[in-house]
C-alpha cells in the first residue's frame, strides 16, 4: 500500500491485488462483527516510526486523530488481580529507580535486565562474541553476571511484545531495536482508538484511490512468468474466505496478466512459493538462484481472542498487560478502554488477548482453542469462563470472537535468517520488487515501521529506474554511538557482578514464614509500598 501510494502520486498507473475482501494485511480489521470491526492483531505503534508516521500524515490524518499514547507496559501475576507490576517508559533514564521497583521483577535482577540490554548495545562498537547466528537467550548466557531470575524476566518480556521465544529471536536483530529505542527513551508509544481500519485503513484506502490506484480485492497471484530478464506476466486467481480452514480458497477461473514492473509484499511462504513456481526458464528462481533459499524463513500466527463480558472489570490497565507466568503466553489490552466511540463495548470490558504459544492449543476445533485461551485468563481476572465455548453466563457471546489467524502470519526474526531475506530489488530481473517485514530493513524486529519502509525501498527502486523525479527519502531513526554505551559498560560491570551476588543473599525468605512472606526478595519488598510489615520467626 505504501508503495501503490508513492508510485501512484508520481504518475504510475498502479494496480492493487489483495488476496483478502479487505486491505491492510496483518493491520487490516475483520468485521463487521456486532455492529463493529475486530482487528487482525492489535499493534503497539513506537514514537520512532517516522517513516509510519509520515505516512499517516500523507493521507492527511494527525496522529491524535486516530492513536492515543502510552508510557507504560504492565504485569499481572495468577490470582493477584487488581495488583500489577508496571513498568514505565523502559528505556529511560529518568524511570531507572521506579522500575527497578516494578515488581517485574526482584529490584537487583531488574538491575542487571537493564545491565543487558547496555551490555547487548555495546557490542556495536565493543564485540565481545560473535552475533551473527546468536539467539537472544544465547547472548543472555555469555553474561556471567546474570541469574536465571534475570534472564527469565528478559525472556518474558521479548516473548510477550514479539511473539517469540527469546531462544530463536535474534540477538542482533534485538539489539538493533533496542538501540532506537534508547535513542527515543521519552518518546510515548501509540495504540489506535478504534479498529485499524476506523483509525487509519479506510483512509489510506481513500488516499490510495484518489490517488489513481486500482483496487482489486479478493484476488492474489498465483504465479509470475519471467521471460529474458524480466517479468512477463502474472497469474490471477479469485478467492474467499472459508472460515473451517481459515484459509481464502480459490473461486473460478484463473487469469493472466501482463505487467510492466511487479512489487511482491507477501508472507515467506508465499513468495517461496511464487518465485519457485512455474514452467523451467520461466521461474524467478532459475533468475536469482538464492531466492530458493526463501524456505528457511519462517512465519507465525499468533491467535486472537477478542473476549467481550458482560460487565466492567474496575482496575484493568488501558495500557498493554502480560500476564506472568502464562503457559500460553497471553498478553491483552483493554480496548474497551481505548475504543472510547464503539457503542458496542460501553459499560462492558472487552480485551484484545493474544497466544504467543499457539502449538500448546490444543483443539480439537478453534473454539476448544479460545476457551482454552479463556480458561487459563480466568487465572488472573475474576470470571467464569464455564464449561465449554458458549456456556459461560458472564460473557457476550454476540462479540466474543476465537481467530487462529493462519491467514495472517507474522515474519519471525529467528536467528541466521538475514542473509536469507531478500533485498527491495535484484539486477538480474530489472522489473521484480520485495517489499514487507520479510524483506532486509534496518529496523531488526518484524515492526509496521520496516514493512512501510520496505513498500518505501521497493517504490524508490523504482523511481531511480524510470528517472521518475527526486529520490524517494527513506527515513531512518536516530541512534547513540556505541561507544558511549561501551563506556557505560565499564562502569557499571563491577555492579552487576555485586548485584549478582547480592541477589543470591537477598532472595533468601524464612520458610517458617513462606506463606506471608511469598517469594518477593527483602529489597523488591522495601521499594514496594503499601506491603503488610513482614515479622521474623523469632519474633513469635
Known sequence: MTAALHLAKRGCAVTLFEEKSMLGGNLASRGPHHGGALDVYPHMFQGWYDNFW?????????????FSPFDSAHQLRKHEFPKFSVLTRPYSPRFALKNLGSGVA??????????????????????????????????LNTRLYMTETAIKAFETYVSRVWAIPAYQISAADCRTHSAYCYAAPEADAWLTTGSAAEAFIDRLEDGLKKAGVRIVL????????????RVHSILLQGTRFDPRTYAWVKVGAA???????????????????LVRGGASGERVVDSIPSLAELLRLNAQNIPMLHFCLNRKIDGIPADPVGLYDSKLNLAFTDISQRWASSPQFQGRTVLAVSCSEPFLLSGPHPTDDGHQIMRELADY????PGAKWGASPDVDWSVTRYHANDDAKLTVNAIGTDTWRPDAESDEVNNLFFAGDVCNNPFGITTVEAAVATGLQAAAAIVRRHHLGSPLEIKEPKTVSGDEYAALRLAWLPGAYAAKILSKVDHRIDPTRASEVGEESLLRYMLTPGLPPRYRAHDE
Request: charged residues 25%.
Open 218 to 229: 479478493n484476488t492474489r497471484i498465483e504465479a509470475v512468468k519471467l521471460k529474458g530478464e
Open 106 to 139: 526482584p529490584p537487583l535482577d531488574m538491575f542487571l535486565v537493564g545491565c543487558a540490554n547496555l551490555d547487548l548495545l555495546a557490542e556495536i562498537s565493543q564485540p565481545t562474541v560473535r552475533l551473527m547466528n546468536m539467539s537472544l537467550t544465547g547472548y
Open 381 to 384: 481476572l475474576d470470571f467464569r
Open 54 to 66: 509520515t505516512l499517516i500524515e500523507d493521507i492527511g490524518l494527525k496522529r491524535e486523530e486516530g
Open 255 to 273: 487469469r493472466a496478466e501482463e505487467v510492466q514492473d511487479l512489487v511482491l509484499a507477501v508472507p515467506p511462504v508465499t513468495l517461496a512459493h
